[in-house]
Structures are given as structure tokens and as C-alpha cells.
């Protein structure tokens, strides 16, 4: 099954699904391809949100472990996410969160290697702290 817009829009903007069901009739296909949208866009919004989108999903233990590392990415970001609320004094995102989890370590990073390039660590030496 082929999904455009609109007949004017560009093919590039097409979307594609085939099923299994060679038996299906056409509103039998739309049931199985919205579900599995639904599916796809879940998963594909839970990894960009918790910083896991680059995890690939191959198995059923893939998923497993997929899952364990969403939920444990949450509930760090949750709980995290209650402290900034009361800096900020209002309402924050899981999103804002990582964001500002993100910053702090760019911050700390960059010190780190700031205080150490002033005390005269080498390079080679800096990179072999930062590599382990």
C-alpha cells in the first residue's frame, strides 16, 4: 500500500507498507498498518526523547534490554526533572530535562579539560583520562 497526501505531492513524500496478509481486504490494511504506525511512532518518540535513538532493536531480547533502558533513562530524567521544576518554578518536559542533563555534563567536561590543559597535563596524556 502506497500513502500520499495528496496526489500532487512529491513521491519522496510517500509512505510504504506491505503485509503478510494476502488475504486482508483494504480496510483490514489500514487496521494492521495504523497499529503498527502507532507502534513505530511510540518507540521512534521514546528514543529520540530519552536519548536513545541510536539503540536498534533486532530481537526480542533487543526490545527487552530496549525497554529496561527506557524506562531506567525515565525515571533518572523524572526524578531529575522534579528539582528543576522548583528552580525554575514551573512546569518542565522529560525533554527540557535531558536537554539540561546534557548541558551540566558539556559544562563539566569542558572544565575538566580546561583545569587540566592550565596545569600543564600534555595532550596525549589528556586524551588517554578522557578515553578509559
Sequence with gaps: MIARESLDAPLSQASYWASSDLEADVATLLIHITS??????????????????????????AIHRFWTLALAAYTFLDELRVRLQTEWQRHVTIGEERREV???????????????????VALEDLYTLLAV
Design 102 to 120: 546534557q548541558h551540566v555534563h558539556q559544562r563539566h567536561l569542558i572544565q575538566f579539560i580546561h583545569e587540566h590543559a592550565l596545569a600543564g
Design 36 to 61: 503498527r504506525r502507532n507502534v513505530e511512532v511510540f518507540f521512534g518518540d521514546g528514543k529520540e526523547l530519552l536519548g536513545l535513538d541510536q539503540y536498534q532493536l533486532m530481537s526480542a531480547t
